[in-house]
């Protein structure tokens, strides 16, 4: 009896000590990554916000040319993805982190001096090529210090910082354009400074904070190091795998993710979930002034309320998706409501309903992703397979940047009904392909129970991963 409690009292000590840990890693680790890519997001986004200050007629480039630079950066994107994962797994993330965003810092401060076409067009692309590994950087690095099953959560919340600084991107611009004139410099050059400059000091910043793992990290005790290290292995070990860990053992695992209908699936899905996303990142300031929000400046400033409309709708659908333990049905509900507001800015002419539909359409866009990544890393297994599947919906993701950087044209001001169309249509093709994958892993999960009833008892089940019949499909 005595021994008993005795056990019961140092596992609660055990639970306390790791509550605490977990606290710590949310307080010390977690918002510092957070505000590493709050940057990220913000230099990636400056473009949209400049061409509201004359960009486009001081450096002497068309409208097409302007849609071309906003696309080059997701070649980059493409390009470099993986080849950064596994410069990652080489250099670490505590130096490579850093240095990407030193990197991308100092090119966005470049585009301050640029003066044609083929520099703007030569930084965007360099832009994208070095932002690319950050977030899968991060992802990566996260696993290192917590659980699988804390993971899910922490990436919706370091997610959630690229929305804001969306919002806050538009703040900002409001103030800093207002400096046109000052120092013999245009708005738009005080602009990529002053939102580089401070990525570059972060970057070096980072460099010094990181840690390399949990048992080196200074601001750990030694009781705090052994546990984080302790429970991890308990939670599997080394449980996140990337494509720099492929193999002999695990090379067919990541073939079968080439091969695996759905897979390809999420990637159709991404692909589409993804247009309005890409779309309005780069053109909501430009949309919001054909609202008859003449001033330039005040159409960056109006352009920050419906991302911050963003943040709440993203969180709540987060949250709700994983307390409710459903994927399908959330993702679907953020594209309706996305659906509306884009029906909205259709059909409607007046500014003030025209403004509420663009805060409905931004609130429900960016529910959509993270859902979707959810239900695929919970969908897919062993874990060298879900490291491909997921570096190949990140790709699909990216993609839809070369279509949604295109599809609000100049010439279609003000209403750009071409971009809302388009847009209509990739969202109601994301709900009826989500409705199509829910119900085809319904039904594997019933063939899944049927042939666990048929299959003798003393018959061993010599399937892995998501093919194995005891691994049930997350709907």
Same mark, same amino acid.
């Given at each position: 009896?005595?021994?008993?409690?005795?056990?019961?009292?140092?596992?609660?000590? &055990?639970?306390?000590?790791?509550?605490?840990?977990?606290?710590?890693?949310?307080?010390?680790?977690?918002?510092?990554?957070?505000?590493?890519?709050?940057?990220?997001?913000?230099?990636?986004?400056?473009?949209?916000?400049? &061409?509201?200050?004359?960009?486009?007629?001081?450096?002497? #480039?068309?409208?097409?040319?302007?849609?071309?630079?906003?696309?080059?950066?997701?070649?980059?994107?493409?390009?470099?993805?993986?080849?950064?994962?596994?410069?990652?797994?080489?250099?670490?993330?505590?130096? +490579?982190?850093?240095?990407?965003?030193?990197?991308?810092?100092?090119?966005?401060?470049?585009?301050?001096?640029?003066?044609?076409?083929?520099?703007?067009?030569?930084?965007?692309?360099?832009?994208?090529?070095?932002?690319?590994?950050?977030?899968?950087?991060?992802?990566?690095?996260?696993?290192?210090?917590?659980?699988?099953?804390?993971?899910?959560?922490?990436?919706?919340?370091?997610? @959630?910082?690229?929305?804001?600084?969306?919002?806050?991107?538009?703040?900002?611009?409001?103030?800093?354009?207002?400096?046109?004139?000052?120092?013999?410099?245009?708005? +738009?050059?005080?602009?990529?400074?002053?939102?580089?400059?401070?990525?570059?000091? &972060?970057?070096?910043?980072?460099?010094?904070?990181?840690?390399? !793992?949990? !048992?080196?990290?200074?601001?750990?005790?030694?009781?705090?190091?052994?546990?984080?290290?302790?429970?991890?292995?308990?939670?599997?070990?080394?449980?996140?795998?990337?494509?720099?860990?492929?193999?002999?053992?695990?090379?067919?695992?990541?073939?079968?993710?080439?091969?695996? +209908?759905?897979? +390809?699936?999420?990637? /159709?899905?991404?692909?589409?979930?993804?247009?309005?996303?890409?779309? /309005?990142?780069?053109?909501?300031?430009?949309?919001?002034?054909?609202?008859?929000?003449?001033?330039?400046?005040?159409?960056?400033?109006?352009?920050?309320?419906?991302?911050?409309?963003?943040?709440?709708?993203?969180?709540?659908?987060?949250? !709700?998706?994983?307390?409710?333990?459903?994927?399908?049905?959330?993702?679907? @509900?953020?594209?309706?409501?996305?659906?509306? @507001?884009?029906?909205?800015?259709?059909?409607?002419?007046?500014?003030?309903?025209?403004?509420?539909?663009?805060? #409905?359409?931004?609130?429900? #866009?960016?529910?959509?992703?993270?859902?979707?990544?959810?239900?695929?890393?919970?969908?897919?297994?062993?874990?060298?397979?879900?490291? &491909?599947?997921?570096?190949?919906?990140?790709?699909?993701?990216?993609?839809?940047?070369?279509?949604?950087?295109?599809?609000?044209?100049?010439?279609?001001?003000?209403?750009?009904?071409?971009?809302?169309?388009?847009?209509?249509?990739?969202?109601?093709?994301?709900?009826?392909?989500?409705?199509?994958?829910?119900?085809?892993?319904?039904?594997?999960?019933?063939?899944?129970?049927?042939?666990?009833?048929?299959?003798?008892?003393?018959?061993?089940?010599?399937?892995?991963?998501?093919?194995?019949?005891?691994?049930?499909?997350?709907?």
């Amino acid at each position: 009896m005595n021994k008993d409690l005795t056990q019961h009292v140092e596992d609660n000590e &055990v639970t306390n000590i790791e509550k605490a840990l977990v606290r710590k890693l949310d307080t010390r680790l977690l918002p510092f990554l957070s505000f590493m890519y709050l940057f990220s997001s913000l230099d990636r986004s400056s473009l949209g916000n400049a &061409v509201l200050d004359n960009f486009e007629q001081d450096i002497g #480039i068309t409208p097409d040319q302007f849609n071309t630079c906003v696309t080059i950066f997701y070649a980059g994107f493409l390009i470099f993805q993986i080849p950064s994962n596994i410069l990652l797994k080489k250099f670490t993330a505590k130096r +490579w982190l850093p240095f990407l965003m030193l990197v991308w810092g100092s090119i966005a401060c470049l585009h301050a001096i640029v003066k044609n076409y083929a520099q703007l067009l030569t930084l965007r692309f360099l832009l994208g090529f070095f932002e690319a590994g950050f977030f899968p950087g991060v992802v990566y690095f996260l696993t290192l210090f917590y659980k699988k099953s804390e993971m899910a959560t922490r990436i919706a919340l370091f997610w @959630g910082s690229t929305v804001a600084a969306h919002a806050f991107a538009g703040v900002l611009a409001y103030g800093i354009l207002r400096l046109r004139g000052s120092g013999g410099m245009a708005g +738009w050059q005080w602009l990529f400074l002053i939102e580089g400059i401070p990525t570059v000091l &972060v970057g070096i910043t980072a460099y010094f904070y990181l840690p390399e !793992s949990p !048992s080196t990290w200074v601001l750990l005790s030694v009781e705090e190091r052994s546990l984080a290290i302790s429970r991890l292995d308990e939670d599997g070990g080394d449980h996140h795998m990337t494509i720099a860990d492929m193999d002999a053992t695990n090379k067919k695992q990541a073939l079968k993710a080439l091969t695996d +209908w759905k897979v +390809w699936m999420y990637m /159709v899905m991404f692909f589409c979930g993804s247009v309005p996303n890409t779309s /309005v990142s780069n053109f909501l300031p430009s949309i919001v002034k054909g609202m008859g929000y003449d001033d330039k400046l005040s159409a960056n400033l109006m352009s920050a309320p419906p991302y911050l409309c963003a943040v709440f709708v993203m969180i709540f659908g987060a949250y !709700s998706s994983d307390r409710r333990r459903d994927r399908a049905f959330h993702a679907i @509900g953020g594209a309706l409501i996305c659906l509306v @507001g884009y029906i909205i800015l259709s059909t409607c002419t007046q500014r003030p309903i025209l403004y509420t539909g663009a805060c #409905i359409a931004v609130s429900g #866009i960016f529910v959509i992703n993270p859902i979707v990544n959810a239900w695929l890393t919970g969908n897919i297994a062993p874990d060298m397979k879900k490291s &491909v599947a997921t570096a190949m919906a990140v790709s699909a993701n990216n993609s839809a940047g070369l279509l949604g950087s295109n599809i609000y044209r100049q010439s279609d001001a003000p209403r750009y009904l071409r971009g809302h169309y388009i847009n209509v249509l990739f969202i109601t093709l994301f709900i009826l392909l989500t409705l199509v994958q829910r119900a085809l892993l319904d039904r594997q999960n019933k063939l899944k129970r049927e042939k666990l009833l048929t299959e003798q008892e003393d018959q061993e089940d010599t399937r892995v991963g998501d093919e194995a019949l005891d691994f049930e499909y997350r709907l």
